[in-house]
């Protein structure tokens, strides 16, 4: 699964791109903390099954919010532009985009993949599938899949859903394993377990290099 490291690092990446003007040190601390606070859920874990990859990461909470921040930051009395300006609103509606890019969709397509629609409806989701172009069958996506069932006739949807958050446990360096008394465990805190991930790990750092040495444009 992908490490806090790579999140942090895609956060990054994103960051330099969209924070614009606003882009320094503190705007990328507040963007390194909104990308990692999902994984609190893993201490959730330890109170109920399931809880991890569910309470903090689905998609309900981020549209939610996404539609107070719109409503918040275009009234006159917005709080968050009142007391930090343009600056403010950048950065969060960038951290709602990192929290939603930078982590809920990694974590999508992987493992057992995210409790997407939690609390309003419990089944996991993993992004699955092919997008391509073939020469002999066209535009194909096995991404969300729709079939008839050949008992009965009704129609089929698979959208790579899994199981309930009681039937389902996403390892983590917190809970290594759902046995009640697993014995001795390797509790490991991942940075990189794919080359993509390293790759991405490498990239975030030279983009903030890059961007350390540029040099600002000199009005004329």
Not at 87 to 95: D, E, F, N
Not at 113 to 136: A, M, V
Not at 169 to 185: F, L, R, T
């Amino acid at each position: 699964m992908p490490s806090s490291v790579v999140h942090a690092a895609l956060a990054l990446v994103l960051g330099v791109g969209l924070l614009g003007r606003f882009y320094d040190r503190r705007a990328l601390v507040v963007l390194l903390a909104v990308v990692v606070a999902p994984e609190v859920d893993t201490v959730f874990g330890l109170a109920f099954d399931g809880a991890h990859r569910t309470v903090l990461h689905n998609m309900v909470y981020g549209t939610v919010l996404a539609g107070v921040l719109y409503w918040e930051t275009g009234r006159e009395e917005s709080l968050i532009r009142g007391r930090w300006g343009a600056r403010g609103v950048r950065i969060a509606w960038v951290g709602l985009f990192v929290h939603t890019f930078a982590h809920l969709a990694l974590d999508w397509g992987h493992l057992e993949g995210i409790n997407l629609l939690w609390p309003l409806y419990d089944r996991f989701f993993t992004l699955e599938g092919e997008l391509f172009l073939s020469t002999s069958e066209g535009l194909v996506q096995t991404f969300v899949e729709i079939t008839a069932d050949p008992d009965t006739g009704t129609t089929v949807v698979d959208a790579g859903q899994g199981g309930t958050r009681a039937e389902t446990h996403v390892d983590n360096p917190a809970q290594p394993s759902d046995e009640p008394d697993p014995g001795p465990v390797d509790r490991r805190f991942p940075i990189a377990v794919r080359g993509w991930q390293l790759y991405l790990v490498v990239t975030a750092l030279g983009t903030l290099l890059a961007k350390r040495l540029q040099t600002p444009r000199r009005s004329r």
